[in-house]
């Protein structure tokens, strides 16, 4: 019965477990790495949500919510026209801007306050008035110039003012692309013109220019030509002979650094030699010791932890026999102390119920052994073996003293000694109702 009601405890303990880890389970939410898990409701540290992007966390049931927002970049374009610039033309700017919720603890808070219930569509609506707004801004700052020739720098102008506002919601920049600027005056036509034109004269004149520059260079080309010719042959002479004794110089380097290298190379290498021999004397004494002398210290190390664990164990044996006969003579001891102590209260009682007579307990106790008194008497008798009894009886011992076979039987038993001897050899003296010895020849005398 108590073995069934421990399996019944432990098959509703196992079930209770069970169904604990299942209900925690149902209450971890994992999040996914493109989406942000928010969860409102009953937070701790009195925040209104807190976002999770990656990992999990527990959502509890009644008291929180969840819901998840999405991290998919959005692409919104702006075709922004009529912008009035900072010389007051007014400029068309295509764009396109690449917008997604930011992962940054602030700005996910502001997106799971302010676009967790709203779906792409409003959320794009949204984020194009911010950018359409900040444009224009970052447009009427800036002149033609600045905004035409100087793209980078106003794609920064565009960031700077675009991010901020952006996050508010919740989202964050991350691309902006210009496709084409124009302008309803055609002033930025103008300014093509202008530069192209300036361009084509410039190139002009830069032809003309590299024409002149290049008849006269064509002649000093001429003059240095003829110039360098002569100074190149002299030039070739003197180098060959220059470069013959460089040769020579070269060659008898060449020979010595030889022979330097030659010479240290014979020293490394008898160096190198010695090196090699020392460490072959080094490990033919290593491979030796631990050949010959490490076995041998092992060998040394195992008879000494031997003889010791003998000498341990002798002792420890010694020490448990000591320990098993003081156990036993103990034993012993008190069993006789006992023994004595029993005797002494028995002889005490005997002595009581004799009414303190000494001499009447002691003839209790020698009755009581009485029988076994008689009983090794007759062992004694009945232990002798004769084989046979010859008598030569002659019938002269008289009548009245009957036969000699008679006299032998009565001395035989006779031999033996009486219970009364025995009592009085122990200075005691049976009852009389025992019966008494009469002296026949104390009787006779008297």
């Known amino acids: 019965m108590n073995l069934s009601f421990l399996n019944t405890s432990l098959w509703i303990s196992l079930t209770l477990v069970a169904t604990a880890l299942f209900c925690l389970m149902k209450l971890y939410r994992r999040c996914p790495s493109n989406r942000i898990l928010v969860i409102y409701g009953r937070i701790r540290h009195s925040k209104t949500v807190q976002c999770t992007h990656g990992g999990g966390m527990f959502v509890w049931p009644i008291i929180q919510g969840f819901a998840f927002l999405d991290l998919i970049p959005r692409t919104i374009h702006i075709p922004l026209k009529s912008a009035l610039s900072h010389q007051n033309i007014r400029i068309n700017v295509p764009s396109t801007f690449t917008v997604a919720i930011g992962l940054t603890p602030e700005v996910m808070t502001n997106a799971a306050v302010r676009l967790l219930e709203l779906d792409a569509r409003e959320i794009e609506s949204m984020a194009t008035e911010i950018i359409i707004g900040q444009l224009r801004l970052t447009v009427a700052s800036l002149r033609i110039e600045e905004i035409n020739q100087d793209r980078e720098r106003f794609l920064e102008a565009i960031k700077k003012n675009i991010e901020p506002e952006l996050h508010k919601i919740g989202l964050t920049l991350l691309n902006v692309n210009i496709t084409d600027i124009t302008d309803e005056s055609d002033y930025i036509g103008s300014i093509g013109k202008k530069a192209s034109a300036t361009a084509v004269n410039q190139a002009k004149v830069d032809v003309a220019e590299q024409e002149k520059q290049g008849e006269i260079g064509q002649a000093i ?226």
């Open 221 to 446: 080309a001429q003059r240095d030509r003829r110039v360098s010719v002569a100074a190149s042959h002299a030039d070739a002479i003197k180098g060959e002979n220059e470069s013959k004794a460089q040769i020579a110089l070269a060659n008898a380097t060449l020979a010595q650094k030889e022979a330097e290298a030659s010479q240290r190379s014979q020293v490394a290498k008898q160096q190198a030699e010695a090196e090699i021999q020392r460490a072959r004397a080094l490990a033919q004494t290593q491979l030796l010791e631990a050949e010959e002398i490490v076995p041998q210290e092992i060998k040394k190390r195992k008879i000494q932890i031997e003889a010791e664990a003998e000498a341990e164990r002798n002792v420890r044996i010694a020490k448990g026999e000591a320990e098993a006969i003081l156990a036993i003579k103990q034993a012993e001891a008190e069993g006789i102390e006992k023994l004595l102590d029993a005797k002494a209260k028995g002889y005490k009682q005997l002595v009581a119920a004799c009414g303190d007579d000494a001499k009447s307990a002691s003839t209790m106790l020698l009755i009581e052994k009485l029988e076994e008194i008689v009983r090794l008497q007759t062992e004694a008798i009945k232990n002798i073996k004769i084989d046979k009894i010859t008598v030569w009886d002659n019938g002269q011992a008289g009548a009245e003293k009957g036969s000699s076979t008679s006299h032998f039987l009565s001395q035989m038993t006779k031999s033996l000694p009486a219970l009364h001897d025995i009592a009085a050899m122990a200075g005691l003296e049976l009852p009389k109702y025992l019966g008494q010895i009469k002296d026949t020849e104390a009787s006779k005398g008297l």
